[in-house]
């Protein structure tokens, strides 16, 4: 059974840096690339970031360039997301997904359960 079970998430401070963590499961982590996507209270889902099975490739959503960091330990099959100069915008539950992609697509289609991130002083 694939799971991914993310931690990490809590209150950040605007300015303030935060490192979210996916553990998966039930499947070979170095075959797939993976991504981090997100959802805003009252709002859709918005793409944050995505890495190739190797993590020789990554890629951001425009508002994270700069801020975010994306990044994987294959050997301890963990995927991280280095959340830096935190925004109150940046508040939103946030997911781990395991992604698929063809030559100009991509799909999700495993997700974990989401963590909280909430940026406030």
């Known amino acids: 059974e694939v799971q991914l079970v993310e931690s990490g998430g809590g209150l950040g401070q605007p300015g303030g840096s935060l490192r979210l963590s996916c553990a998966p499961s039930?499947?070979?982590?170095?075959?797939?690339?993976m991504s981090w996507v997100r959802q805003a209270p009252g709002k859709g889902l918005e793409w944050v970031s995505a890495?190739?099975?190797?993590?020789?490739?990554?890629y951001y959503g425009e508002s994270m360039k700069g801020r975010f960091t994306i990044s994987r330990d294959n050997a301890k099959n963990t995927l991280y997301l280095q959340m830096n100069s935190l925004k109150s915008e940046d508040t939103a539950v946030y997911y781990c997904?395991?992604?698929?992609?063809?030559?100009?697509?991509?799909?999700?289609?495993?997700w974990g359960q989401g963590t909280q991130v909430t940026v406030s002083s």
């Open positions: 039930g499947f070979t982590f170095d075959d797939y690339a």
């Open positions: 997904a395991r992604t698929n992609c063809g030559s100009s697509w991509c799909e999700y289609d495993y």
């Open positions: 890495i190739s099975w190797n993590g020789l490739s990554t």
